[in-house]
């Protein structure tokens, strides 16, 4: 997810693990270690033609890198006496802090490499869009009270007992919004994701797809659980098409139309004089979007990740690689966000409220093409 949530969820992960023993910095070390994965967005080699696309949730998001990133996280602890002395507790924060940063990103349609070293799989379980504030705003509230209620400690000691702001106390706080965050994605997500697969397994028998699908997804979309894109690939064609599940209504659709899949082949083939560095950047964009990759229908030179798009139901995608016949260090990277068109944020807004008049229920209106 975004780095403001991974770092106030490894901030609660901290600050209950170790908040009695690091009253004042057990959060502290968490939101280091929450935020250590995401320094990979530094990683961008001159030679990439990806701009380092391919370095983002890779080495530093598996399970590999968790005990040398809560590591460096507590480096700048070690500049202090105290910090010094406090060694092992601090390490154990950010241990815990940064153990929350892999499983909550492969939990988005993104996804990551979690299991490094071991497999260079991406593992996406699609259950909770990239940015939700239904995460991130009670993780913050939690945080900040939690911490409020351990610094306020420190001015307790003349108080009676029972008026004292107790570790019990800022621990269980903190620990109400850590496993709030996991209730709402895991129990919350997992049930809409499950009535949006159900939807799109309607989708594919009206279409008379059913027993022949390869393979199929369906992926929140950001802010919210209620809106849904759907893509599934049959006889080398993607189709996709955007599902409404608000919650005590039936599932609605806006349905979508086909559009070929490509290979890493027959992207190779759109300029006959491509560089093997190039040729490379693709087979590695291939394996970034899990295959999900087409040609823009007015752009056929621009090969755009279908699982993301302006449009759920549409093709127009947000991002994806320009061909070229070569690249050189210094030169625009051949991956760009710029290919999708129109305000994303109106059509997303249409659809969540109903708006759009192409939604129809999902199992019984006749289907629409996707403008």
């Known amino acids: 997810m975004d780095v403001i949530t991974q770092c106030v969820l490894g901030a609660s992960a901290g600050q209950a693990m170790l908040g009695r023993r690091l009253p004042r910095s057990a959060w502290l070390a968490g939101l280091l270690g929450g935020y250590m994965p995401d320094a990979d967005v530094f990683i961008k080699p001159a030679g990439d033609p990806l701009g380092g696309l ?41 241990l815990a802090g940064i153990a929350t940063h892999g499983i909550l990103d492969a939990c988005t349609s993104y996804g990551t490499v979690l299991w490094w070293p071991i497999s260079e799989r991406r593992v996406s379980l699609d259950l909770v869009g990239i940015i939700d504030p239904l995460v991130t705003l009670p993780l913050m509230v939690t945080v900040a009270w939690s911490v409020w209620l351990s610094w306020r400690a420190r001015h307790d000691l003349r108080r009676p007992a029972p008026l004292r702001a107790s570790p019990t106390r800022w621990r269980t706080v903190a620990l109400v919004g850590f496993l709030w965050a996991w209730g709402y994605i895991f129990l919350i997500g997992g049930f809409m994701h499950w009535r949006a697969s159900n939807a799109q397994g309607a989708l594919a028998a009206e279409r008379g797809h059913t027993g022949r699908v390869d393979r199929a997804r369906v992926m929140p979309q950001p802010l919210t659980l209620a809106l849904w894109r759907s893509v599934y690939i049959v006889d080398g064609e993607v189709w ?28 190779a083939s759109i300029e006959p004089a491509m560089s093997p560095r190039v040729r490379r950047a693709i087979e590695g964009f291939f394996w970034f979007t899990d295959g999900y990759v ?3 229908p007015s752009n056929p030179r621009f090969l755009g990740d279908m699982r993301y798009g302006v449009d759920p139901a549409g093709f127009s995608s947000m991002w994806g690689v320009r061909v070229v016949d070569s690249f050189e260090p210094g030169s625009p990277p051949i991956f760009t966000s710029g290919g999708g068109r129109g305000d994303r944020s109106a059509v997303l807004w249409r659809q969540l409220t109903g708006a759009d008049p192409r939604l129809a229920p999902a199992e019984q209106a006749p289907a629409e093409q996707a403008r």
């Open 54 to 94: 391919l370095w983002h949730r890779h080495f530093t998001h598996g399970l590999g890198f968790i005990p040398v990133g809560a590591l460096i996280a507590v480096i700048p602890f070690l500049l202090f006496a105290s910090g010094r002395r406090a060694f092992g507790p601090l390490y154990l924060a950010a």
């Open 240 to 267: 996709s098409d955007s599902i409404r599940t608000v919650p005590w209504r039936e599932p609605q659709a806006i349905r979508g139309r086909p559009l070929p899949l490509l290979t890493v082949e027959q992207a």
């Open 294 to 296: 087409s040609a823009d």
